[in-house]
């Protein structure tokens, strides 16, 4: 079975400083790896993804992750948080057992990031 | 490019009651996957239409139904609601097909709170 876990409910980090939302996954096969943001009363927006190939992913905000097989991680990261990076940060795994053409989603409870000034 | 879009944003129903709601995937995806997402908590998957059927289903009742139409727009159907049903409805869509997408793009969403 597919599952997500994002074990901090809450990252608290300084403007300016690095920040991470962390997220371990489990997988019958290949994995692909998401990232998602959801601001207050809006739906998902999507960061990046992970397929196959280089570890380090870059995406969308000056967002990246690092895919770690090993430790079946793919936690996000950013070298300088702003303030307006503050939302709710969704992993996802997606199920490639029917092949790569249709697959859910499974969703990790979400973190929420807090940036302060 | 539109994106994904959906209607109602906002929906309140009583128990017992019927409810549609509707999205059009963003322009040039023909799979669309809806989600239910309570408060707090991540979106959990409902099911997934592609070629106007249903390819795959989460763990949701009977009472959870779905349509997609020829224009690859699609319908959430949901009879009998009970207070638990109450949460944000997300569709997402996404290409299918022999040169598919990877990732699914989401709509703002439907919150349908049930009295």
């Known amino acids: 079975a597919q599952s997500v876990a994002q074990p901090e409910d809450q990252v608290n980090v300084a403007e300016g400083n690095p920040l991470t939302v962390k997220c371990t996954y489990s997988v019958s096969g290949n994995p692909y790896l998401f990232w998602y943001v959801q601001y207050p009363n809006r739906g998902l927006q999507f960061l990046l993804k992970?397929?196959?190939?280089?570890?380090l992913v870059k995406g969308s905000y000056g967002f990246e992750a690092e895919f770690n097989k090993s430790q079946t991680s793919f936690h996000l990261k950013k070298p300088s948080a702003l303030v307006s990076d503050s939302a709710l940060y969704f992993c996802?795994?997606?199920?490639?057992?029917?092949?790569?053409?249709?697959?859910?989603?499974?969703f990790g409870r979400g973190t929420q990031l807090t940036v302060w000034p | 490019d539109a994106g994904v879009t959906q209607s109602p944003t906002h929906l309140i129903k009583t128990r017992g009651q019927q409810v549609t709601l509707r999205c059009s995937p963003k322009?040039?995806?023909?799979?669309v996957s809806w989600y239910q997402q309570a408060l707090g908590q991540g979106p959990q998957f409902i099911f997934q239409y592609y070629e106007e059927e249903e390819r795959q289903r989460g763990n949701f009742p009977d009472r959870f139904s779905g349509h997609q139409f020829p224009n690859y727009s699609s319908e959430l159907n949901v009879n009998a609601l009970l207070l638990g049903d109450s949460a944000l409805y997300l569709c997402?869509?996404?290409?299918?097909?022999?040169?598919?997408?990877?990732?699914?793009?989401f709509g703002p969403g439907t919150r349908l709170t049930v009295t």
């Open positions: 992970y397929i196959t190939g280089d570890n």
């Open positions: 996802a795994v997606r199920d490639t057992s029917r092949g790569s053409t249709l697959g859910r989603l499974y």
């Open positions: 997402a869509s996404s290409l299918g097909g022999a040169y598919p997408s990877y990732e699914q793009y």
């Open positions: 322009s040039g995806h023909d799979t």
